[in-house]
């Protein structure tokens, strides 16, 4: 048993290689989670009514958003199967298509901002609760471009594996956030008191400081030598079509997923004000748990993408299931601090009693969740890692919408509980968490490339072309 262990442990794909990448990476995303559960404690001492209408005005605000940022993100595979097939030059080059479908996409974003009244009258809060709902989302649209084109620059890091620098900037970034958040929210520091638009120009402005210092770096000479990160700035049609070919899909999934989300967190709050809240509480301390999943997540697809561009699929599947069995461990010990040390994690919002003993009782259906969850973030990174988005996307979407929007609308019309609400939630996470499994399984990604195959030259004698370069399908 040990030496299986200690066999686990060590090699490519084995779990110390994983952690050795993911832990920079799970600081990043653990220091966003911080971030997020901070930002609610402050907002619930603000107004109870402002920290559930954060959580609305953000997911509103993020499922218009996340069509584009889910595309973007997928920079980061692209500069991972060129980094294992040693193809440095092209680097710089697919960061820049995604800096500049971020551009692109900031300007379709920007019409929605007055358009915030009508898109919450629609969701139909209560009116105390809607007018913060719709100060968040316009502040959060106006600062879509700087969280993409930061999304973008992170890929040419992780994607390479450089993820301490992801973590030193990500780390600093969430501080700034959160001393701009003290000072513009409760108006200390010589900041006027915002509110929950204090709350949201604070992320805004730490997603523009996190960009200026990837930026920074992304220029530095050696990047501009190596990775073509100045001299790769022109926009290429084929790799930007590819980007959108092996991306979108990924962005289709987030868009559709969060849109039924949304619509999750809009019918609990149309039960009750108190339904409203202690979900949307629930899910601000779920960010402790997932947040650091995808982290990990993430080195998992960075290992699977470089794994298939040195075509070694088999070590791309040693990687899936080293961050398989870390994201389990870690996820068994937040559950069972969900499940048996609960108060733990509702005594800093200071909320009346009954409010906080139903996100106990809620916390419950999140232990459960999240043991399932890692499968969900795990097998599905090493899916994208290889490709498969097509898959996810499908897979994902169908769930989200089956599982839970649907019944969740039924749930609302029936008039039964948030309780209700929950075993659905739940019960869609499980049955997605085998969806994947089985799809891992089946084996099909390990054949699967996302950048343009180069094959052997031939004698001039054989060919007019001595090398020929074509798309992999």
């Known amino acids: 048993m040990f030496d299986r262990i200690i066999q686990r442990w060590r090699g490519e794909g084995g779990c110390g290689e994983v952690l050795r990448l993911a832990l920079p990476l799970i600081i990043s995303t653990g220091a966003f989670s911080i971030q997020m559960f901070v930002d609610s404690i402050f907002l619930t001492w603000y107004s109870p009514d402002a920290m559930a209408a954060a959580m609305q005005g953000g997911a509103t605000a993020f499922t218009f958003i996340s069509l584009f940022f889910g595309t973007v993100i997928y920079v980061n595979t692209f500069v991972a199967q060129y980094t294992g097939a040693g193809r440095d030059k092209r680097v710089g080059p697919a960061v820049w298509q995604g800096i500049y479908f971020a551009l692109l996409a900031a300007l ?7 358009l915030a009244g009508p898109i919450f009258d629609m969701i139909g809060h209560a009116p105390e609760i809607r007018g913060h709902e719709v100060s968040y989302f316009k502040i959060m649209c106006l600062g879509a471009f700087p969280l993409m084109v ?85 926009p290429e049609w084929d790799l930007f079509r590819r980007l959108l070919r092996y991306g979108l899909p990924n962005g289709i999934q987030f868009l559709l997923d969060m849109s039924a989300f949304t619509l999750f967190l809009t019918l609990v709050g149309r039960i009750n004000k108190e339904a409203f809240s202690a979900t949307a509480v629930t899910f601000r301390i779920n960010y402790l748990s997932f947040m650091p999943i995808i982290g990990l997540g993430i080195a998992v697809t960075i290992l699977v993408g470089q794994a298939i561009g040195k075509n070694r699929p088999a070590q791309a599947q040693r990687a899936c299931w080293s961050g398989f069995y870390v994201g389990f461990i870690y996820m068994l010990i937040v559950a069972s601090g969900f499940w048996f040390f609960p108060k733990l994690f509702t005594g800093p919002f200071a909320l009346p009693g009954d409010t906080e003993q139903l996100i106990r009782n809620l916390l419950k259906f999140i232990a459960v969740c999240c043991l399932f969850d890692t499968g969900n973030i795990i097998f599905a990174a090493a899916l994208k890692g290889a490709g498969d988005t097509r898959f996810v996307m499908f897979m994902s979407v169908v769930m989200h919408w089956l599982l839970l929007a649907v019944p969740s609308y039924l749930a609302f019309k029936m008039g039964w509980g948030v309780y209700t609400f929950w075993s659905f939630f739940t019960a869609f996470y499980c049955i997605l968490a085998t969806a994947f499994l089985l799809r891992l399984l089946g084996g099909k990604w390990k054949s699967m490339r996302v950048i343009e195959v180069i094959y052997p030259s031939v004698p001039t004698s054989a060919a007019v072309n001595p090398s020929l370069e074509t798309e992999s399908t």
């Open 108 to 114: 379709l974003i920007l019409p929605l901002v007055p």
């Open 150 to 234: 930061g999304s973008s620059l992170g890929g040419f890091f992780t994607g390479r594996g450089k993820t301490h620098i992801v973590m030193y900037v990500r780390v600093v970034a969430t501080l700034v956030n959160i001393v701009l958040d003290y000072g513009m929210i409760f108006g200390r520091l010589g900041f006027p008191a915002m509110g929950i638009a204090g709350a949201a120009w604070a992320t805004v402005l730490s997603s523009i400081f996190a960009t200026v210092v990837f930026l920074i770096i992304f220029f530095r000479r050696e990047h501009r030598r190596m990775f073509a990160t100045l001299s790769g700035f022109r």
